[in-house]
């Protein structure tokens, strides 16, 4: 093979902490039927990521241990290969995707990345290849969130960690379908989500955040998407037969008093992603790194207190 057929990407040896990250040279991968092949752009570091790498998901059964794992979900990129039985886009589109399988030996940390074309949705028009990157795997997931709660026009909704990635999509997705929203969050975020689209703000660091709640929507809100893991303080907030959601995996609380209760699993959806790529939501970037620095991204998000997410590029476009 050729200098031209091998491409750089970034792997976890094993299971730990950012250091199991190493940079490998492998082959550039073919797309196969119903397949598309991005040369990325961008890729963003999401807390999946994370628990990837340490070796978290693996220890709650939901992918099996290798020597080497692939890192990455989110890609922004241009199509550079089309396998056999894909209509549907052009080589030179720009697009962005989702990878949704866990245990792969090479994830979105790479040069070039092979999806299902039904993964993949052109990009939002007008925005940095960092900036759409942003968007599939936390939009997709608002917007699944959504449609298990099953709300419908009026009806009132919490969202506990508003601020954030998954939080700040599901407060402007929760207002775009008419639903009252009621966003947990701190005072430095106050205005931002309220300008999101949230009616009511209670606080972040609240010790009774069903009280809170309550008090602003007597009975309870119909729903509550749970972004922040918090379980039954959130439960607690929805009225007797409502609905919960979380998207924390282990934090689903009992179905108390009826409450239909769901924990949200993503799934990629290029059809859902082209309506969000085509809604002009706010996507937020951090920051942008190279390839080479994902160790230091990664231990850039451990430390927590981001707003938007860090995104990883070639280190010709840093």
């Keep these: ?92 589109q720009r697009v962005i995707g989702l990878r949704d399988l866990l245990d ?3 994830g979105a940390y790479a040069e070039h990345l092979v999806l299902d074309a039904t993964a993949v949705a052109s990009a939002p028009p007008g925005v940095s290849a960092a900036a759409a990157a942003t968007l599939p795997l936390n939009g997709l997931t608002a917007l699944q969130s959504l449609d298990l709660l099953g709300l419908s026009a009026g009806d009132t909704v919490l969202v506990t960690g508003a601020a954030g990635a998954v939080g700040g999509f599901a407060v402007e997705l929760a207002g775009r379908r008419g639903l009252r929203v009621v966003a947990q969050a701190g005072p430095g975020d106050e205005t931002w989500v309220r300008d999101r689209g949230a009616r009511w703000i209670v606080a972040r660091d609240t010790r009774d955040l069903a009280d809170d709640v309550r008090r602003l929507v ?19 907030a929805v009225r007797t037969r409502g609905a919960y959601v979380t998207v924390v995996g282990g934090s ?31 996507l937020r970037v951090a920051g942008t790194l190279p390839f080479e620095r994902a160790a230091e991204a990664h231990d850039r998000l451990a430390a927590g207190g981001m707003r938007g997410r860090l995104v990883l590029v070639p280190a010709e476009r840093t």
């Design 1 to 92: 093979m050729t200098a031209e057929e091998f491409m750089r990407a970034v792997v976890a040896r094993g299971h730990g902490g950012s250091e199991v990250l190493e940079s490998v040279t492998v082959p550039i991968p073919e797309p196969g039927f119903g397949q598309v092949r991005i040369r990325v752009e961008a890729a963003t570091v999401q807390p999946v990521d994370l628990a990837t790498r340490s070796g978290a998901l693996v220890e709650a059964g939901l992918m099996a241990a290798r020597e080497r794992t692939g890192i990455g979900w989110d890609v922004a990129g241009v199509i550079d290969g089309i396998g056999a039985g894909v209509g549907t886009f052009a080589t030179g």
């Design 104 to 106: 792969v030996p090479l």
């Design 218 to 236: 007597p009975g309870g809100v119909d729903g509550a998407l749970d972004t922040a893991g918090l379980g039954v303080r959130a439960l607690a």
């Design 252 to 282: 689903a609380p009992p179905p108390l008093r009826g409450v239909r209760v769901h924990q949200q699993w993503i799934s990629a959806d290029g059809t859902a992603l082209a309506e969000l790529a085509a809604m002009d939501l706010t």
